[in-house]
Structure formats: structure tokens, C-alpha cells
């Protein structure tokens, strides 16, 4: 038996090492990741969490690897040092993408969950990669901020060349307006009012909302104090009056709010059929005949 051990190549006992150490190392992440999952859940870190406990696991094992095997590698590291310039050279893309990681990570970009703009594309962040951030893509052929159900992943690296959007980072909510024009003559008193009780009944729990998250975000940046209650405009040109309503909403809510604001508007001005007509656009096709001669 005795022998039968010594016959061994001591590489195949490192390997068997190796692998016993890398496992436990992997369960032992698993398990204690899996017993604080609950907390961590609760609190909404769990995702950056687990990223950064398991992409150390990986590193860690990949350390072992090189110390464990390092006198294997003696005539590699020479090359390496050798084609070190022309590695860093061909691999500068993903190099700028890993160091893009980590400013997300800790830059305070944005977080999954996220509704942001990145490098043209506007979506919801649904994953950090090393090299890549994943979002459910928003828009394109589908009008308002809903999915298309396009995934998109776009290189980390764009943070150090492009801006950033972020609809929803500290304020998850955006200013919005919509416009309804109005015939010359009609009561522009009562348009102003059913404006004004449509906006209270349909946005005026998410307007208190947001005077939170502003007094959070007052506390956090320089900014001056903003007029979160919604907000009637009039103006008029040749052809009509125009209300404008403007109005804070969640990021993520816009398309709906709008929907139920013009459904109200709608039910409220039919009701005053006399007194309210709303404008539309028309055009006069003139048709350009040939000018007679005359001699």
C-alpha cells in the first residue's frame, strides 16, 4: 500500500487537493449566502451581495490554481512578461469593461432594478455582468415605457465614454406634462377646474409620494426646492387654446397615469358639450391648376 501511495505522481495529488479545497469553498459560499438570504432579501441587497461574494469565491479559487501549481508555470510567466504589452493591447476592451464593473459596483451608477439610458438603449437593468450589463429593453416598436421583450447587453466600458440616465436612482419619479387644445370661445375658467380636480383625483397620492423622495434627495444634493404639486398652463396661437397639465409621476407608471387622466379628461368635457370644444388640426387641400395663357 505503502508503495502504491509513493508510485502516486505528487501532480495528481495537488489536482486531488485542489478540487476538495475549490468545492468546499463554492458549498461553503452557497450555504452561508442561502442562510442570510431571507435578511438580505428583506433589505434589497441581496443581489450585490451575492455578487460580490461569489465573483471573490472565483477569484480566490483561481489564486489557489496559480499557487498550487505555480512551478508548472515557469516558462509560461516568461512568456507572458514577453507578450504582456500585446495582451494588454488586444484584451483593452475587456481590461476597461472589468474596471467599468467595479466603478458600477461602487460609483453609485445604478443598481438593478433600475430604469436607465445606456449607450442609446433604454431599459430596465436586470443583471451586472463583469463585462456586461443586461437590460429588458423599453420602447423601440412599442410606444410608451413598456417591454418589447428585447434583451440587451451592453459593454461596462461605456461608462467612461458615454452619460449615464437614470430615471430612477434616488427620485423614482419624472415630471410629465399633457396637452389638450381648445376651441376660441369656449370656457376656459371650467377647462382650467376640471384639469385641476382630474389631476387631484388621479395623481395626488403619487404627488406626496414624491415630496418624500425630493426631501430625500435635498438632503443628499445641492438642489433647489421644485414645485411638485401639479401644475395648469394656458397659452393659444392661430389656431387654439392650449392647456398644459404638468404633473410628477413614478418613472414606471407614466404611460398608465396618462391613460387614465385623458380617459377622465375626456368623460369630464363631454359633460359640458355647450360650453367646451376641443380643437383639432385641418387642412385645405387647394388643388393648383395650370395657368391659361393669354395672348
Do not use: C
Request: a negative charge; proline letters at 2%.
Amino acid at each position: 500500500m505503502r508503495e502504491l501511495i509513493d508510485s502516486i505522481n505528487p501532480i495528481y495529488s495537488r489536482i486531488a487537493i485542489f478540487i476538495v479545497v475549490a468545492v468546499f469553498l463554492y458549498v461553503a459560499a452557497k450555504r452561508v449566502l442561502n442562510r442570510f438570504y431571507p435578511v438580505l432579501q428583506e433589505q434589497n441587497k441581496w443581489y450585490f451581495t451575492k455578487k460580490i461574494v461569489m465573483n471573490t469565491i472565483y477569484v480566490l479559487i483561481f489564486l489557489i490554481f496559480v499557487f498550487t501549481f505555480s512551478d508548472r508555470f515557469e516558462g509560461f510567466y516568461t512568456t507572458l512578461g514577453l507578450a504582456g504589452a500585446g495582451i494588454t493591447f488586444a484584451l483593452r476592451e475587456v481590461i476597461v469593461s472589468f474596471a467599468g464593473w467595479f466603478a458600477i459596483l461602487f460609483g453609485d451608477f445604478f443598481k438593478v432594478g433600475d430604469r436607465v439610458l445606456l449607450g442609446g438603449i433604454k431599459g430596465d437593468v436586470i443583471d451586472l455582468g463583469i463585462l456586461r450589463t443586461t437590460l429588458m429593453e423599453l420602447g423601440d416598436w412599442v410606444d410608451g415605457d413598456q417591454y418589447n421583450g428585447r434583451i440587451v447587453r451592453v459593454a461596462n466600458s461605456f461608462i467612461f465614454t458615454s452619460p449615464v440616465y437614470n430615471y430612477s436612482a434616488n427620485f423614482q419619479f419624472v415630471w410629465d406634462e399633457i396637452h389638450i387644445p381648445i376651441h376660441f370661445g369656449s370656457d376656459n375658467a371650467l377647462v382650467r377646474k376640471i384639469l385641476d380636480d382630474v389631476a387631484d383625483e388621479v395623481i395626488g397620492e403619487v404627488s406626496s409620494q414624491a415630496k418624500e423622495a425630493w426631501f430625500d434627495m435635498r438632503r443628499r444634493f445641492q438642489l433647489e426646492d421644485a414645485t411638485l404639486e401639479h401644475q395648469t398652463f394656458m397659452a393659444f396661437d392661430d389656431n387654439w387654446v392650449e392647456f398644459s397639465l404638468r404633473y410628477v409621476v413614478d418613472i414606471k407608471k407614466r404611460r398608465l397615469i396618462r391613460d387614465r387622466l385623458f380617459t377622465r379628461l375626456l368623460e369630464e368635457i363631454e359633460k359640458y358639450p355647450d360650453r367646451i370644444e376641443l380643437a383639432s388640426e385641418t387642412f385645405e387641400i387647394v388643388r393648383d391648376e395650370p395657368r391659361k395663357s393669354y395672348q
